[in-house]
């Protein structure tokens, strides 16, 4: 088995389920006996094992649970803030025209945001340190046909695809997902 893939399988191993994970990627690094690979790697370089570290720490950390410890919420046993942004277009959007052809509902200005929209402002926030998303439009998307329910007990499939896309991307970018199942905005 390769080094990396060991790394992983028993770092997600040990991380569990409840989102308490202290010091598990320094304490499996240190754990690796300095011969356990033969030939040009043995012993690793520490450079070569630091590597590692904060990938692996990343990967734990958006598979982990927050958990809630008294009146604070930790997430791999460090405290968690719900810091973040509303970018409540992440199921619809209403701020761009789309390119022609493509889903559009003009007494609305309703649209479909592209994938890579999506894509960016995860990778935007995450730069910039947030760690949510609000998104309205994730779970109330009713009453135009570009909606998840044009009608009532009409279920549009074609909204669940950018909708997808954002629960998939805010996993890939550790950033967790407040979705509204009710507003009284609109
Ligand atoms: C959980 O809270 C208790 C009581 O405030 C504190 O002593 C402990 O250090 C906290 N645990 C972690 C992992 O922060
Ligand atoms: C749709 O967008 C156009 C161009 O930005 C704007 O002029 C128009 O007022 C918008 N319509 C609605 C319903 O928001």
């Not at 191993?13 to 499996?28: H, K, Q």
């Amino acid at each position: 088995m390769k080094l990396s893939a060991a790394l992983f399988a028993s770092a997600a191993a040990a991380a569990g389920v409840n989102g308490s994970t202290p010091s598990i990627v320094e304490s499996l690094l240190s754990s690796i006996p300095s011969n356990v690979v033969k030939g040009p790697f043995n012993p690793f370089p520490t450079q070569f094992i630091n590597s590692y570290k904060a990938p692996i720490q990343a990967i734990l950390e958006r598979n982990a649970y927050v958990a809630r410890n008294g009146s604070e919420l930790l997430l791999s046993g460090t405290r968690w803030t719900a810091a973040g942004a509303n970018v409540y277009w992440l199921g619809l959007d209403e701020n761009v025209q789309p390119a022609a052809g493509q889903p559009f509902y003009a007494p609305y200005n309703a649209s479909y945001p592209t994938k890579g929209r999506i894509t960016e402002i995860m990778n935007t926030l995450q730069v910039l340190g947030g760690r949510t998303i609000r998104s309205q439009t994730l779970g109330v998307s009713v009453g135009n046909p570009l909606s998840v329910m044009p009608k009532l007990g009409e279920v549009n499939e074609q909204a669940f695809d950018t909708i997808d896309w954002a629960v998939y991307q805010a996993r890939q970018h550790g950033i967790r997902v407040f979705a509204p199942l009710v507003s009284r905005e609109w």
